[in-house]
């Protein structure tokens, strides 16, 4: 072998049962949630950030591209304002433009994970960000533009970044580049990590050691576990042999049994995976949307008064500017750019159990910012009064059976955030909703998908959105059996 | 279970095994490959091609854009040559423009595949294009952009393509959109497909039957097995469970034993396929190269003079026309812009036995057309005299070496087209050199990968460029094993 040797095609420890032990412990740092919202008080006592609406063009270090109306940095950095022209000639809207963020740099989203008392912890930090509707949420580790820790804007350095640019010491849990939302960013993408670390690791003022049990049980608190922190946990490795071997107990059993034995490869599922691959390579092939960057100032039906952007019939979204002065940063305060939404979404997940494994119905959703045309999408993604101009034929898909659902069929429902160094006050209903195995849709362009699988295409680029990544995370906090009363009146049967 | 049924992981008929067995048979419709090449003279004779050379400003149909002096063609439709600004501040050349081709539409390039006698056998097609060096070329069944098959240019219907854009009645082996040259295309892809049917399928003239050992054995004869041959080739499913457990037997057969071990996951790796995902993330997120597009009037350096569009140092490609004459074609003639390239590039993987499985060197490579910055490479991908000018440090790393090996080292060495429907006289040397197991360059953005590594990640899109993948459609080839002769001098020990 000549001092060569394979690495077996599995690793000597199942991660994904230790995964799993994790979801079901209570953590080592704080005995229980009680002392971490006293902590998360306490730091967000200590990091006040003051956000208020500047117009557009009093942004300082933001000027307006005199050839293109775009919105730039002038260093040429972080991000821009742009348009874009779409033309979907089979949806309901044949064609439109509108404004959108383009931010070629891939930033890190990482979280540092670790073993206490032999139970996986993830690092998390209690971040301000101009454009989150209650000032602090938990972040992962790192939450770093390229510009962030190549330092252009001079401040201080990233802290555990080196854990995540140097990961040859580290076991790597997780490492995939992963899009944004489609709809306000152009090919926006993040690189999404999780590396695991066995040495001692300094938690830094703000930073916080949650075992998974609770971080899942922070999920059903309303805009706390913010969307980097989201996405990053949908990656991690939930799935493998063995995953539902040890029957679930307590309330809600049988629908924690299910969603385990769907984590199990061997557990089959109601489509093959070359079935799958060739259904998403099918309808990328089929869809006809395309989108093409044009100059901001080409774009139709939007206007630029009173320091904003606006479509001309108030609906959709605003781009606005902010200026935030904050203390625990990396630098001191800045002016910016943000998309604000209006109204908020619902975000929704349809699950069914099929022979006793949790299925979840995506829906492969076209959208002007996606790399390869089409990804996989949730069930139901809307803001629903953007569908009120519209023929009735428009409105999406199940909405209405998602909304009208009741509570012993919901499972999880929980207002959550957008990235709030983007998006202001973006804010969407979170709802996975339980139906029987019975239901079907039978709607073209949607698929019943084992947990599995999609844990399977999350190891891969630009297959699962960020909303449905946000779900995912959500699906599998469902694992963690919750105290009684927390989720009580929904509790699954 | 309410008439749902789950589908078991893996398919009950092992389709890698039935793949194996095909590599090593003989041919249903050709007793031998001297009936082959009987019937392929005959073929060529009726269906003749005459191509001659046309100035760009005479090509009918096209035209140029007076605003941005693009080529494009007056439908909209088929493909424009256009530029490109390509900032590569790590690369030898830090920043440079050029022309390129956009051809946003997504064809399908698709192998229909049937077993008889109980041997899998490929309906291959022999198809002229105006761009082949030699006429006549082996095709797949189904070579179409969505312009052919929409009918844009009112020709004949694509013969076969009812079973690739309707598969439920069939069994699909492959279904993946792949990239094709990014140094000449901007983000082209096309979709890969193989389809298995049991159904009576009528052979049409010009259509052939050939069982993979056939296939395998041609790719040995210079410019046959055409470029989307290749790639759709490589898609099948080769590695599986208990891929090396039939040792192979004559000449050559350790080669070949780690060749087959190799496409077993069991058997191993020296990276890990997490390992291998993270490395490719990582060399994505850390290569900086950028490519806009830009009008083909403001690319510095090429000239459009003579009728032709050329570099000023008479270096890498012209863009020319041409003008088509041919029978048994969609259409009975035709004009268009093609690319053709200045010399025959070398294509080569070094690939060795790492405990007795075998793994190639590839190489992570930045392109101006990628969709996602990097794909992974063959080891050596140049074309030798595009380096003249340049210090001997930018010289491709390598090349020196495949080019030097010794016949005994040699396992595949032939000279192949790429796509004749856009490059003119395009030619390849494809090498496959074998090195010793201590041998490792050290390259930074090259790893040694197991060929079932490289058939996972071919089952998804964009990771694998097109060069690589006619090189995986070689190294298959060699689990042939070839009558006396035909690969003496270089068979493997």
Redesign the interface.
């Known amino acids: 072998?000549?001092?060569?040797?394979?690495?077996?095609?599995r690793?000597p420890k199942p991660t994904h049962l230790r995964i799993a032990e994790s979801a079901v412990s209570g953590g080592a740092r704080f005995a229980d949630l009680g002392a971490f919202h006293a902590w998360f008080s306490a730091t967000a006592e200590r990091t006040r950030m003051r956000v208020e609406r500047v117009p557009l063009d009093r942004l300082d270090g933001w000027l307006t591209d005199p050839a293109t109306g775009n919105l730039v940095h002038r260093s040429g950095r972080f991000f821009s304002v742009e348009g874009v022209e779409v033309r979907d000639p089979d949806g309901p809207v044949p064609s439109w433009s509108q404004p959108i963020i383009h931010q070629?740099e891939?930033g890190?989203l990482g979280i540092l994970v670790k073993e206490f008392d032999g139970v996986l912890h993830c690092l998390m930090q209690a971040k301000n960000e101009p454009g989150n509707c209650n000032g602090l949420q938990l972040s992962p580790t790192v939450q770093a533009t390229r510009s962030n820790y190549t330092q252009v804007h001079r401040g201080r350095p990233v802290p555990y970044l080196d854990y995540f640019r140097d990961?040859s010491r580290h076991s790597?849990?997780a490492?995939?580049?992963q899009s944004e939302q489609g709809a306000w960013f152009y090919r926006k993408r993040n690189?999404n990590m999780i590396v695991e670390v066995t040495e001692e690791v300094e938690e830094l003022d703000g930073f916080c050691w949650l075992s998974l049990g609770q971080l899942h049980e922070l999920l059903t608190v309303p805009d706390l576990v913010n969307m980097d922190a989201r996405t990053v946990l949908s990656c991690l490795p939930f799935s493998g042999p063995g995953a539902g071997s040890e029957p679930p107990a307590g309330p809600g059993h049988a629908f924690r049994a299910a969603l385990a034995r769907s984590c199990d490869?061997?557990?089959?599922?109601?489509?093959?995976?070359?079935?799958v691959?060739?259904w998403i390579?099918?309808v990328?092939?089929l869809t006809d949307l395309?989108a093409e960057r044009v100059p901001l100032d080409r774009v139709r039906g939007w206007h630029r008064t009173g320091g904003r952007i606006t479509h001309e019939t108030g609906r959709f979204f605003d781009v606005v500017g902010v200026g935030v002065t904050a203390e625990g940063r990396e630098v001191g305060g800045w002016m910016q750019p943000v998309i604000e939404p209006h109204g908020t979404g619902v975000i929704a997940f349809m699950v069914k159990r099929?022979?006793g494994?949790l299925h979840a119905l995506v829906h492969a959703r076209a959208e002007p910012g996606s790399?390869?045309v089409v990804e996989l999408a949730p069930t139901v993604q809307c803001t629903p009064e953007n569908y009120d101009h519209l023929p009735a034929g428009a409105r999406p898909p199940l909405l209405e059976e998602v909304l009208g659902a009741g509570p012993e069929r919901i499972r999880f429902d929980t207002v959550l955030s957008e990235e709030g160094g983007r998006f202001l006050n973006a804010r969407n209903r979170y709802l996975i909703v339980e139906t029987g195995?019975?239901a079907d849709p039978g709607l073209p362009g949607y698929r019943w998908l084992a947990v599995h699988q999609l844990g399977e295409l999350l190891?891969?680029?630009?297959y699962v959105n960020v909303q449905a990544r946000s779900l995912v995370a959500c699906l599998h906090s469902l694992s963690t059996p919750l105290p009684t009363g927390s989720r009580a009146p929904r509790a699954p049967r």
Chains 1, 2 share one sequence.
């Open positions: 072998m000549a001092g060569l040797s394979l690495q077996a095609a690793p070629p891939v890190i990961t790597v849990l490492d995939v580049r690189r490869p061997a557990a089959g599922a109601l489509h093959g995976t070359g079935e691959l060739s390579t099918d990328r092939s395309t099929v022979g494994v790399s390869d195995e019975d190891r891969h680029s630009y």
